[in-house]
């Protein structure tokens, strides 16, 4: 591929939004190129067994899910760049994306680049996600049925996630570093007043304990510098998300949390052919199902764009 190469679209992000987008705008035999990144697949590959993706009555691993819609955009003619997008310029058409040391151009372009679950940076912690460590309940929490499960979190998503684990798990222990929450005052009466959740305040996780699986955790009271280790079959995170969308913002308008703002109903940005899907511009579902819909819709709206500049063909 030359350096001058100049596409129609430019796909950047290989996780449902940007295969499914791949998917599409192939069919629509625009020739996309999808420039998958450092973590082709997104948070897909670091998930065990998905099993509230349609079509797959008995469940699909992650990174056989994302094989699959890589292999499906493939077949209708989808390119792939393995490589880390360094740099863009949004300023005027035709865009321009920098990958390595090579430049490409395109009349327009998905940004599907996703957002990054917060984790504790402690080696064992990453070590064991996906096996009994995640940050999506409502993915994962089903395979947590009458589990000992503990969240670490303080703020509204965070006690939500606990009253849904509450539905599998035969325990949920919300964990916080300080003393006091910063959900509202309704979301903490709720979780108070189910029996299934308890609390930890003032504590920190000091490790995650296990070899091929989450067996307990090391735990430190902040208030008497007390280390403890519990049992724990479980473990989720509720502490944010970072959307990746570092290089686009001298570009394109973020919300407070840093995620691409869109307009009303459309993934268009406020830029003419640059669209956004999936989880960088989505801080409210953050699914694999809502990702794929949105890389359909963001397909959609590139063919729709390209038929009124006389670029389709």
């Known amino acids: 591929m030359a350096n001058d190469s100049h596409k129609r679209v430019i796909i950047i992000g290989g996780g449902p939004a940007g295969l499914t987008a791949a998917v599409y705008t192939a069919r629509a035999r625009l020739?996309?190129?999808?420039?998958?990144?450092?973590?082709?697949?997104?948070?897909?590959?670091?998930?065990?067994?998905?099993?509230?993706?349609?079509?797959?009555?008995?469940?699909?691993?992650?990174?056989?899910?994302?094989?699959?819609?890589?292999?499906?955009?493939e077949k209708f003619?989808?390119?792939?760049?393995?490589?880390?997008?360094?740099?863009?310029?949004?300023?005027?058409?035709?865009?321009?994306?920098?990958?390595?040391?090579?430049t490409l151009t395109t009349a327009t372009l998905i940004i599907a680049t996703g957002a990054t679950a917060r984790y504790l940076d402690i080696p064992s912690v990453q070590r064991l996600r996906g096996h009994g460590i995640s940050a999506c309940a409502t993915c994962d929490g089903f395979f947590f049925r009458n589990k000992k499960v503990f969240l670490a979190g303080g703020g509204d998503s965070a006690l939500e996630e606990a009253q849904f684990l509450t539905q599998f798990a035969s325990s949920v222990t919300v964990i916080h570093r300080r003393d006091e929450f910063r959900a509202s005052k309704i979301m903490q009466e709720y979780a108070r007043n189910n029996p299934k959740i308890s609390f930890l305040m003032s504590h920190v996780i000091v490790d995650a304990l296990g070899e091929d699986r989450l067996t307990g955790l090391r735990l430190r009271d902040l208030t008497t510098n007390e280390v403890k280790e519990v049992e724990a079959?479980?473990?989720?995170?509720?502490?944010?998300?970072?959307?990746?969308?570092?290089?686009?913002?001298p570009f394109l308008e973020t919300d407070e949390a840093g995620y691409l703002k869109r307009q009303p109903d459309r993934t268009a940005t406020t830029i003419p052919g640059v669209f956004a899907a999936g989880d960088v511009a989505d801080n409210y579902y953050r699914q694999a199902t809502t990702a794929a819909a949105d890389g359909c819709r963001a397909a959609l709206e590139v063919e729709k764009f390209l038929l009124s500049q006389g670029e389709a063909h």
């Open 31 to 73: 020739e996309p190129i999808l420039i998958e990144g450092m973590d082709a697949g997104g948070q897909l590959m670091t998930t065990s067994e998905v099993e509230n993706f349609p079509g797959f009555p008995d469940g699909i691993m992650g990174p056989e899910l994302i094989a699959n819609m890589r292999r499906q955009a």
């Open 233 to 249: 079959d479980g473990l989720f995170f509720a502490i944010g998300h970072d959307p990746n969308t570092g290089i686009f913002k």
């Open 77 to 102: 003619g989808t390119v792939f760049v393995s490589g880390h997008v360094t740099g863009v310029d949004l300023s005027k058409r035709p865009y321009t994306v920098t990958v390595g040391d090579q």
